[in-house]
């Protein structure tokens, strides 16, 4: 079976800027939650989405947003891009919302904002 | 805020020896830990996991300990290898009804000599 995949596998914007991040959860798995990992530290919680709807969010500000669709695989944008968003965006999947702590993460996409 | 930190930053070990990386975490609701092993370039790869109704855990190679008293999780891998060297993070659940949002600490490298 396959892991999660997420793409791009990096990414170069300019400050200012909009980006889509996108993320395929494993086969059965029906929670998605991302996470920015600035570079030297531990993975940030942003956001869970489980079933399409929102199920928690981090201390980001509204530039961040993302959904959830109907097969599971999710989106995180990112408007407004600053310098200090330069980071790498994991996404993880977990087979329910909670019941089911297990996550597993994806390679991450690899976000340089210049 | 609650977080979740570790005492060493950087763990020098001699291939064969047993490996113990350690961990503090300050929110006594937590209920679910896990350990997290990242290779650079790589996302977070699950390791073990324990429960808070649980002091101990083993899985191949390595042993989880989670003292509630003085908030203290530990992670000790037993005959390290060269394969083990990499960036070892403890993430906790805060609350149930946080969904599955995990915190991470600053994570641990490991450094395996051969």
């Known amino acids: 079976d396959a892991g999660v995949t997420q793409s791009p596998t990096h990414l170069i914007k300019t400050r200012g800027q909009q980006v889509t991040l996108r993320c395929s959860p494993i086969?059965?798995?029906?929670?998605v939650s991302w996470y920015q990992q600035v570079l030297g530290q531990g993975p940030q919680f942003i956001f869970q989405?489980?079933?399409?709807?929102?199920?928690g969010r981090g201390n980001f500000p509204d530039r961040f947003s993302a959904r959830q669709f109907p097969n599971y695989s999710s989106e995180l944008n990112v408007n407004a891009l600053l310098l200090g968003d330069s980071a790498l965006y994991l996404c993880?999947?977990?087979?329910?919302?909670?019941?089911?702590?297990?996550?597993?993460f994806g390679p991450g996409t690899r976000l340089t904002v210049t | 805020g609650e977080s979740v930190g570790l005492h060493l930053p950087t763990l020098s070990v001699q291939e064969g020896d047993n490996s113990i990386i350690n961990c503090a975490y300050s929110?006594?609701?937590?209920?679910?830990f896990i350990w997290y092993k990242q290779e650079s370039g790589k996302g977070p790869q699950f390791i073990i996991d324990?429960?808070?109704?649980?002091d101990k855990r083993q899985g191949q190679r390595v042993t989880v300990l989670l003292n509630k008293t003085v908030k203290h999780l530990s992670l000790q891998i037993a005959a390290t290898q060269p394969g083990d060297s990499a960036v070892y993070f403890c993430?906790?659940?805060?609350?149930?009804?946080?969904?599955?949002?995990?915190?991470f600490g600053g994570g641990t490298r490991v450094l395996v000599k051969p």
């Open positions: 993880a999947s977990s087979r329910t919302g909670e019941e089911t702590y297990e996550q597993y």
């Open positions: 086969s059965g798995h029906k929670s």
């Open positions: 989405y489980y079933e399409k709807e929102e199920r």
């Open positions: 929110n006594s609701a937590s209920d679910y």
């Open positions: 324990i429960r808070s109704n649980m």
């Open positions: 993430a906790e659940n805060p609350r149930k009804a946080a969904g599955n949002k995990l915190t």
